[in-house]
């Protein structure tokens, strides 16, 4: 996995919130790229657990790395059922994105919902050493499933590959 010179690390981000023991699945880009399809991503996309406890965690892991939100909100916000559901509601956010200011080229994606149910991502997940931690990353059905829905001209094109990779 890639390093981003001058700012936070993939495997750094994973560690973290492995460490504060935030239930996450990786999909997106990172995903396909963990399972064997190189290709370039510019973000990390997670599902992670949304109860308010583990949601918690990881805005605090996540800040205490440096990143901040990319709406001009505070990221506990994100945390609170409430305003995550009034933000999904009123603003139709699919995801919450965290930067780094420090011009690091690292995002992080957040679903503000899951894309399947969360207890069924994550037991289907397979796990993938990722420098030193374990990681879960959505089965290929599972990222398949959400590229499909997504279907855009990238996700169709990581679906090809996918699919190919499943089929071995």
């Avoid at 023991?21 to 396909?32: H, L, P, S």
């Avoid at 064997?36 to 510019?42: F, N, V």
């Avoid at 945390?79 to 080229?105: C, I, K, Q, S």
Wanted: net charge negative; glycine share 8%; aromatic share 4%.
């Amino acid at each position: 996995m890639a390093a981003y010179a001058g700012g936070v690390e993939v495997e750094h981000v994973l560690a973290a919130l492995a460490g504060a023991e935030v239930r996450f699945v990786v999909v997106g880009g990172v995903a396909v790229v963990l399972h064997g399809h190189p290709r370039l991503t510019a973000d990390l996309d997670l599902v992670i657990d949304l109860e308010v406890g583990p949601a918690g965690r990881a805005m605090q892991v996540l800040t205490g790395l440096g990143l901040v939100p990319r709406l001009p909100v505070a990221a506990s916000a994100f945390a609170d059922p409430a305003t995550r559901a009034r933000w999904v509601a009123e603003r139709n956010l699919m995801v919450f994105t965290l930067t780094d200011p420090n011009g690091g080229l690292l995002e992080v994606d957040l679903f503000a919902r899951s894309p399947l149910p969360f207890e069924d991502l994550w037991s289907r997940a397979v796990k993938v050493l990722v420098g030193e931690t374990e990681a879960r990353v959505a089965s290929l059905d599972d990222l398949i499933a959400m590229k499909r829905e997504a279907g855009r001209p990238q996700d169709l094109a990581d679906i090809t590959a996918l699919e190919a990779i499943r089929d071995r």
